[in-house]
């Protein structure tokens, strides 16, 4: 297939169902995707695609179990792949993050406004289970797409990197705490991944310019390395998503989050 651009509006992956080497899936939940999903398009459940530690959560699961997934999935180291879910893409991204993270080679889009902005096109929609032809996925480790707590402690004091924190206000500030200890990571800005929705127009992102000044006005510029984070790397991967849409060339996620470094005693913290 030709390049597969990393957000897609639903004009144009309309024009690009019938392609068969295209690896559609659904983020929805299952009930949803049962009643009524994009032609072609898989389901897969979230929980597939994180771990969990308690209290750390959305933690990157091993490579056999990936392997095991995307294998079942279709989905090929080299299968372009779309993915949509149903909130404004946090479900969606993070399953692109995962496929980067677990070594995906091939082109992966989202898109845009996911199933709110189809179904608002009037396109067309069915309830029959997709028929899914397993393809061998290999797993390999993309460090370069992942921050762990210890790589973040020792840039903490390096300005070439700089981290967003994707929660709200409030969760940033420590005033609503859903960890051991609230606040956020000394010198992250906080850009809530709503900021990136544009709610009327069906959930689908705002305009590059309008983006690109949410990240600038913050000092999130290109030349730096870029970790987003959030209380487990859900919103966060919306966030990391767009960042590689707006060519971003070093952008990382934490999976585990706030919900990793909160509940860790000895990590530094801020907060207001």
């Known amino acids: 297939m030709d390049t597969l651009p990393q957000l897609l509006a639903p004009a144009e992956l309309a024009d690009r169902l019938g392609d068969p080497d295209l690896r559609l899936v659904d983020l929805t939940p299952a009930e949803h ?27 990157l699961p091993d490579g056999e179990h990936l392997e ?14 779309v993915a949509y879910d149903h909130e404004g893409g946090g479900r969606a991204a993070r399953l692109l993050w995962t496929l980067e993270a677990a070594g995906h080679r091939g082109p992966r889009a989202l898109l845009d406004g996911g199933i709110h902005a189809w179904r608002a096109e009037g396109r067309p929609t069915e309830a029959t289970a997709t028929r899914i032809e397993p393809r061998r996925f290999r797993y390999q480790t993309n460090e370069a797409v992942i921050a762990d707590r210890d790589y973040i402690l020792a840039h903490l004091d390096d300005p070439r990197v700089i981290l967003v924190d994707a929660r709200s206000p409030a969760e940033y500030a420590g ?5 051991a200890r609230g606040g956020h990571i000394p010198g992250a800005v906080n850009l809530d991944w709503v900021e ?63 919900s990793d470094w909160g509940n860790a005693l000895d990590t530094p913290i801020e907060q207001g």
């Not at 995707?33 to 209290?55: F, K, M, S, T």
């Not at 005033?175 to 960890?179: G, L, P, T």
């Not at 487990?232 to 590689?244: D, E, F, G, I």
Request: some cysteine.
């Open 175 to 179: 005033i609503d705490v859903r960890a």
């Open 68 to 81: 095991r997934v995307f294998s079942e999935l279709g989905i090929a180291p080299d299968t372009p792949v």
């Open 196 to 258: 990136c929705i544009d709610r009327n127009r069906d959930l689908r992102l705002k305009s590059e310019l309008t983006l690109r000044q949410l990240f600038q006005t913050r000092g999130v510029t290109p030349e730096k390395t870029v970790i987003t984070y959030c209380q487990t790397h859900h919103r966060s991967a919306l966030v990391y998503w767009v960042l590689k849409i707006l060519g971003y060339p070093r952008v990382k996620g934490y999976p585990g989050s706030w």
């Open 33 to 59: 995707h049962a009643e009524a999903h994009l032609p072609g398009a898989v389901h897969l459940d979230y929980g597939a695609i994180v771990a969990q530690r308690p209290p750390v959560m959305g933690l």
